[in-house]
């Protein structure tokens, strides 16, 4: 059973936190175990169960556990995601701390490489996944939120098949920002992101060509990019116009 050492009261609640952090990184509880009682942690690391409190709250927004009421609740270790990750970055660019051109510039400066990756890595079950994400972006659009999904669905499969886990975790960042972006203008979603832009990324892909791989997300990044510019523009525009 993983022990912990007692901690100064200075720092307490991060002292805590730290401690049980990288018991979770280090393997000492695995996704799905629970995690001693508050009584259980206060009593160990020799501090109140409102330092126990605040240090698992912190834990628990940073993702690395789950904190359940009732009767078979409980703190519980979770699988770590990208979602964090993700939403730390949303963060940042809803705050203005990230530009929609700066997005795009990432943006031209990763996809292509993880495409190319791609077509080095496909695997006939990466291939059926990627054909059918393909397919379904010429159905009709249902929704707004329904053609988002479909037309991200090709880029998160790409990153998951490039065989790089940062790059896929920055793709799913990229990506979830690039939709907060196009969710709080609602353009014309066809005309922004029209049926048929990931064809030849997806083509050079399935044919285990790289370097078409490469050369044809970077052109899809470049194009999408100055859509996603322009609708930024004209979104400010209108606002402009609406104030004065």
């Known amino acids: 059973m993983q022990s912990f050492k007692p901690v100064r009261q200075s720092r307490i609640s991060d002292e805590v936190l730290d401690q049980l952090?990288?018991?979770?990184?280090?393997?000492?509880?695995?996704?799905?175990?629970?995690?001693?009682?508050?009584?259980?942690?206060?009593?160990?690391?020799?501090?109140?169960?409102?330092?126990?409190?605040?240090?698992?709250?912190?834990?628990?927004?940073?993702?690395?556990?789950?904190?359940?009421?009732?009767?078979?609740?409980?703190?519980?270790?979770?699988?770590?995601?990208?979602?964090?990750?993700?939403?730390?970055?949303?963060?940042?660019?809803?705050?203005?701390k990230i530009s929609i051109p700066e997005l795009v510039q990432m943006r031209v400066l990763l996809e292509p490489e993880i495409a190319r990756l791609a077509a080095l890595h496909k695997d006939e079950e990466s291939a059926g996944r990627l054909k059918e994400a393909l397919g379904r972006e010429a159905l009709p659009i249902r929704s707004f939120a329904e053609?988002?999904?479909?037309?991200?669905?090709?880029?998160?499969?790409?990153?998951?098949?490039?065989?790089?886990?940062?790059?896929?975790?920055?793709?799913?960042?990229?990506m979830a920002m690039t939709r907060q972006a196009?969710?709080?203008?609602?353009?014309?979603?066809?005309?922004?992101?029209?049926?048929?832009?990931?064809?030849?990324?997806?083509?050079?892909?399935?044919?285990?060509?790289?370097d078409q791989a490469l050369e044809a997300m970077r052109r899809h990044a470049v194009e999408f990019g100055e859509r996603l510019i322009d609708m930024e523009n004209t979104f400010r525009k209108k606002k402009e116009n609406i104030i004065f």
């Open 182 to 210: 196009i969710q709080a203008v609602e353009p014309e979603t066809p005309f922004l992101h029209p049926a048929g832009m990931h064809d030849e990324v997806v083509e050079a892909v399935l044919a285990g060509n790289p």
């Open 147 to 174: 053609d988002i999904d479909i037309k991200t669905m090709v880029h998160h499969i790409l990153a998951e098949m490039c065989g790089n886990s940062f790059f896929e975790a920055l793709e799913r960042s990229l």
């Open 21 to 96: 952090k990288k018991s979770i990184l280090l393997g000492y509880f695995k996704a799905g175990d629970k995690l001693p009682s508050e009584r259980e942690l206060a009593e160990q690391f020799k501090v109140s169960r409102i330092a126990i409190r605040e240090s698992l709250r912190a834990l628990e927004n940073k993702g690395f556990i789950m904190i359940r009421q009732g009767v078979t609740g409980g703190t519980f270790v979770t699988e770590l995601t990208f979602e964090h990750l993700s939403n730390a970055f949303v963060d940042l660019f809803l705050s203005e």
